[in-house]
């Protein structure tokens, strides 16, 4: 069973920055496509960014040049640094893993950026 612990979640104000992280205790997950998704209220839930097991990213476009996705094999951690926040960043960010033909959740964080 994989499971998917995120922090680092809470409120900022537009302009600035948080880090989230995505831990988990199976050291499968240094083989394992990751992401981010989130979900803001009365929305359903969008990709933010993905990383292959190699490390090689990809970001909605709403978010490019402004959130970096990394992954820390060694600690199975996955992170996303989020800077420039905006108010439409609010919402509550998902850590996701794909691992032997399923799809693993983490339980979510809040983020809510203020004007």
């Known amino acids: 069973q994989v499971q998917l612990v995120e922090s680092g979640g809470g409120l900022e104000q537009a302009g600035g920055s948080l880090r989230l992280s995505c831990a988990t205790s199976?050291?499968?997950?240094?083989?394992?496509?990751m992401g981010w998704y989130r979900q803001a209220p009365g929305k359903q839930r969008d990709v933010v960014a993905r990383?292959?097991?190699?490390?090689?990213?990809n970001y909605a476009s709403s978010v490019k040049g402004r959130f970096t996705i990394t992954r820390d094999n060694a600690k199975n951690t996955l992170y996303l640094q989020m800077d420039s926040l905006k108010p439409e960043d609010t919402a509550v960010y998902y850590c996701?893993?794909?691992?032997?033909?399923?799809?693993?959740w983490g339980q979510g964080t809040q983020v809510t950026v203020s004007s």
């Open positions: 996701y893993a794909y691992v032997r033909a399923r799809d693993y």
């Open positions: 990383i292959t097991s190699s490390g090689s990213p």
């Open positions: 199976s050291s499968i997950l240094s083989i394992a496509p």
